[in-house]
């Protein structure tokens, strides 16, 4: 799994402030600079003041003013199960790669039974992983090495099927039906402040999936880049919260 920013809002936060202060001015912000529109929020500095403003609003459950702050990132090598899951966050706006379009007819099924094209769910060859709603805990060598075994058979199997039925002239949109839902595709996908920080209250948390939650926890390494003071607070005071739903 790859994940890139792509584009973003440049100065997210300073987007975020002046909408929020745009609620409590009798001003237009449009007709101030970001120094004035920001001159009566506590603090020494304007870095200092945008941290108190922005740790007012997520304090206070002030959650609109992010939703102006947006950002598209691109990611890839993610198994359409993960896929399936992300696209279910109805505020996020998504391109996935068509497996209509693209077919993988050329693609070697030995190389797939060894890692390519279908995504290797730690638990196929990992002793030591314990996924959610395993029973029992961690299985030895023997039962691990079972498991890769008809895992990677498995795969190279149904990719085998597929350029099959590709050669008996069926269309790439009908063969599909036979690969894996570890299947990587490659997406992009935009969305703004607030959502991602939904999307990683559901996503970056223990019971979310292995995947979508290292794919998550790429996003929001990215976005504490790109919006430095709000994932902070994020990451610190709000993502191991209770109640969680929708900020
Ligand atoms: C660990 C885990 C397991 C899951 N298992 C399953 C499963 O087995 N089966 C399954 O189907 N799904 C499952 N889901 C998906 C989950 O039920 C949600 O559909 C998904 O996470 C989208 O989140 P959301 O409901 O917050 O909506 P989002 O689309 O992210 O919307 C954000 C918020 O906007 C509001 N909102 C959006 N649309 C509406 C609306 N139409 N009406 C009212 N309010 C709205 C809600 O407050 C919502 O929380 C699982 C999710 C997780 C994290």
């Known amino acids: 799994m790859e994940v890139e920013l792509l584009e973003a809002t440049a100065n997210p936060e300073e987007v975020i402030c002046s909408a929020a202060r745009n609620d409590y001015m009798s001003a237009f912000v449009g007709d101030q600079s970001f120094e004035e529109v920001m001159a009566t929020v506590e603090g020494e500095t304007l870095d200092d003041r945008k941290e108190t403003l922005i740790g007012h609003l997520l304090k206070q459950g ?33 391109d996935i790669q068509s497996m209509r379009y693209v077919s993988f007819d050329d693609v070697d099924p030995e190389a797939v039974a060894e890692g390519e094209m279908v995504v290797t769910p730690p638990s196929a060859n990992d002793p030591n992983w314990v996924g959610r709603n395993q029973k029992g805990g961690a299985v030895d060598e023997e039962t691990v090495e079972k498991r890769e075994e008809i895992f990677r058979r498995s795969v190279k199997r149904s990719v085998e099927d597929y350029q099959e039925l590709l050669d008996l002239g069926m269309p790439p949109e009908d063969a599909r039906f036979v690969l894996p839902i570890g299947t990587e595709v490659n997406m992009v996908f935009s969305v703004n402040a607030r959502m991602l920080m939904h999307i990683a209250d559901m996503r970056a948390a223990a019971d979310a999936q292995w995947e979508i939650r290292e794919m998550t926890e790429e996003i929001l390494d990215l976005a504490g880049e790109w ?21």
Do not use: D
């Open 62 to 94: 002030h959650f609109g003013p992010f939703e102006h702050a947006q950002a598209t990132f691109a990611v890839k090598g993610i198994s359409r199960s993960c896929m399936a899951q992300i696209t279910r966050h109805r505020h996020a706006s998504f």
């Open 227 to 247: 919006c430095p003071i709000t994932f902070e607070y994020y990451e610190s005071e709000m993502k191991n919260r209770k109640n969680r739903l929708a900020p």
